[in-house]
């Protein structure tokens, strides 16, 4: 099982940035729990971050030749970004949304994500957990699919 987290823009500024709505973990604290919870589950991650739409885009293009799923806190970009909706829809991974504030309680321009049509699901509001429960879910959807896809073998 292959998974790729992607981190949009500014979260290379978690741990200093408004800890007071992002919290107080930076991005490689988060990335190395992400980074536990996927060996503790028998899961490979790559882990990618960029300010830039375009760096992200093809990130997300690469990850249909070799990922399972996406975890992605696509940060203000998934409010606004319908070349970052087309990408995922292209790949058609399944995706997770992961945003660490609650989006619901900010600035009404935060309400919508153009992204979500086209995710798995979504979380938001649990700081780092977001990140954790994310993980976790999409680790299970996969593994179930798997199983899923397996031939079962019926006793005579």
């Not at 979260?11 to 988060?30: F, K, S």
């Not at 960029?50 to 070799?66: F, P, Q, T, V």
């Not at 996406?70 to 203000?76: D, F, H, Q, S």
Request: glycine share 8%.
């Amino acid at each position: 099982m292959k998974i790729l987290l992607i981190h949009g823009p500014n979260l290379n500024l978690l741990g200093r940035r408004e800890p007071q709505i992002y919290g107080t973990a930076g991005l490689d604290e988060i990335n190395r729990r992400m980074q536990r919870t996927a060996e503790e589950n028998g899961a490979e991650l790559r882990v990618f971050q960029s300010n830039s739409e375009g760096a992200l885009i093809d990130a997300i293009h690469e990850a249909c030749n070799w990922a399972d799923g996406i975890v992605i806190n696509p940060g203000a970009y998934g409010h606004y970004s319908y070349a970052m909706r087309d990408a995922l829809a292209a790949v058609a991974l399944p995706t997770i949304e992961v945003h660490l504030s609650n989006v619901y309680a900010r600035e009404e321009f935060r309400y919508k994500s153009v992204i979500s049509a086209v995710v798995i699901g979504s979380i938001c509001g649990l700081g780092w957990r977001s990140y954790l429960c994310a993980m976790e879910s999409l680790i299970g959807i996969l593994s179930d699919r798997e199983q899923a896809a397996r031939p079962s073998i019926t006793p005579l």
